[in-house]
């Protein structure tokens, strides 16, 4: 039995996305009373979810179920007990249109479609995105090259936009809508998301208090939205120092009112330099199922090995490195051990 959050698809649709973990005849209900609306209390019906095939697994690997923690509590798996090693890469802004959909005539120079088809051949399984930007395009808090870009494909917001100001409590489906067919395509592709909220340079914990608190409706958006794909799920884009008491009293909402996530899919928080085991606080460790560390991309001192060995000895959760090493980018430091860019990046995924 699932209890599964609803979104708002615009003007009067709502929409509910199931997942059938198992084959069989399925009941779904909406509850009676909880809306008094009559187009969404009341209503149910059912539906047969037929087994994959073995040969439909090995085309795509998603069909195994969702990613969960194996017994040993150091690694992962799917849900047919299959193992699963993580190889991801990261493209934040993959949901918006610096990677368009199927034109190189874009920021990243190259289509969504061919990045897509060109880590699979590599043997990727798993791209880090960030759900979206509310405030960056009108703010200008991130890189210059992308302001105004952090956009739908044609243009759409997140949520509403007036002015100079960002209203968080207005939710704008058009975005969504568009990024529905990368998140589909991804699935279809074999891949695991690695999902996070927002990045945390957004303006959000400086805004109202009522703004503040619908963090919490958004996060329940994003999950109603897309919990029925594979994914790891990240509370915040924390990749450095900025607000965290203000973004910590966001998450603590988030993880005492929402729980778990739809099909228990794993759940944790971007941390800046020490892994999440030592940098988030017991009301946000509460919603951390697994662990995670970033560092290595900076520092290119090896930093990330003996972290992740005090989580592996420490920890009754698995823990991995989200930005492990972006060769070309940090040119102002020289790897440790005289290696290449390229070789500290295998280094620091395999090492």
Excluded at 17 to 44: F, I
Excluded at 49 to 74: D, H, L, M, Q
Excluded at 195 to 217: G, H, Q, T, Y
Aim: proline share 4%.
């Amino acid at each position: 039995t699932y209890t599964i959050p609803t979104f708002w698809d615009g003007e009067n649709i709502w929409k509910a996305r199931l997942v059938a973990t198992e084959p069989g005849t399925w009941n779904w209900s909406t509850g009676s009373g909880q809306t008094n609306d009559s187009g969404l209390d009341d209503k149910s019906g059912s539906f047969t979810a037929e087994a994959w095939t073995e040969a439909e697994k090995e085309v795509n690997p998603n069909r195994r179920g969702f990613i969960r923690i194996a017994s040993n509590n150091r690694t992962l798996e799917y849900a047919d007990g299959t193992p699963f090693f993580l190889i991801g890469d990261t493209w934040w802004s993959a949901l918006t249109r610096t990677y368009r959909w199927s034109s190189s005539d874009c920021i990243s120079k190259i289509s969504f479609q061919d990045a897509v088809a060109l880590r699979k051949k590599q043997g990727f399984n798993s791209i880090n995105i960030i759900s979206c930007f509310p405030t960056d395009n009108i703010k200008g808090i991130w890189h210059h090259s992308t302001h105004g870009e952090k956009v739908a494909e044609d243009g759409t917001t997140p949520f509403q936009i007036n002015g100079d100001d960002c209203d968080h409590l207005c939710i704008n489906p058009g975005y969504f809508q568009e990024a529905d067919r990368k998140w589909q395509y991804l699935w279809d592709n074999g891949f695991i998301i690695f999902l996070e909220s927002v990045r945390r340079s957004e303006a959000w914990p400086n805004e109202s208090s009522i703004e503040k608190d619908a963090f919490v409706n958004y996060t329940r958006y994003v999950w109603a939205r897309w919990g029925c794909y594979n994914m790891i799920y990240s509370w915040l884009h924390m990749d450095a120092n900025q607000n965290k008491s203000k973004w910590s009293s966001m998450i603590e909402k988030c993880v005492s009112q929402l729980g778990p996530m739809p099909y228990g899919q794993l759940r944790t928080a971007m941390t800046p330099d020490v892994g999440s085991h030592v940098y988030w606080n017991s009301n946000i460790q509460a919603g951390l199922d697994i662990h995670n560390i970033t560092n290595g991309n900076a520092t290119q001192n090896g930093t990330a090995f003996p972290e992740l060995r005090e989580i592996f000895y420490q920890e009754n959760k698995p823990g991995y490195n989200i930005e492990g090493f972006y060769p070309d980018f940090w040119n102002h430091n020289s790897p440790q051990g005289g290696m290449s860019q390229d070789e500290y990046a295998l280094f620091i995924a395999y090492g």
